[in-house]
Nanobody
Framework: VQLQASGGGSVQPGGSLRLSCAVSGFTLDYDNVGWFRQAPGKEREWVSCFSRSDGSTYYDNSARGRFTISGDNAKDTVYQQMTNLKPEDTAVYYC???????????????WGQGTLVTVSS
């Protein structure tokens, strides 16, 4: 399973971005895609998760109400639409695949490279 994240960039506070995670080699065993982020000097933290099998979505409190995770199974791509971005959302964002929907990073077996999101005025 290979994942490739894209869509990062620089936006002003209150702006929006859509991240994409293209997945190749999907298997039923790794049917859940999550987004994590790591800000400078901080530990990686879970943001959201999408279950391709039934479309269930899961969010950290910091993302709920502002971020929307979704998937296009035909394109094997998972998206994270981010709105009302704040400076504290600045981080490198990673997507990863796991067997079950989870917020635990070590339960994700496959990771993509990161994409940088910078929120600054």
């Amino acid at each position: 399973v290979q994942l490739q994240a894209s869509g990062g960039g620089s936006v002003q506070p209150g702006g929006s971005l859509r991240l994409s995670c293209a997945v190749s080699g999907f298997t039923l065993d790794y049917d859940n895609v999550g987004w994590f982020r790591q800000a400078p000097g901080k530990e990686r933290e879970w943001v959201s998760c999408f279950s391709r099998s039934d479309g269930s979505t899961y969010y950290d409190n910091s993302a709920r109400g502002r971020f929307t995770i979704s998937g296009d199974n035909a394109k094997d791509t998972v998206y994270q639409q981010m709105t009302n971005l704040k400076p504290e959302d600045t981080a490198v964002y990673y997507c990863a695949a796991a067997k079950l929907p989870t917020m635990i990073s070590y339960e994700y077996s496959y990771w993509g490279q990161g994409t940088l999101v910078t929120v600054s005025s």
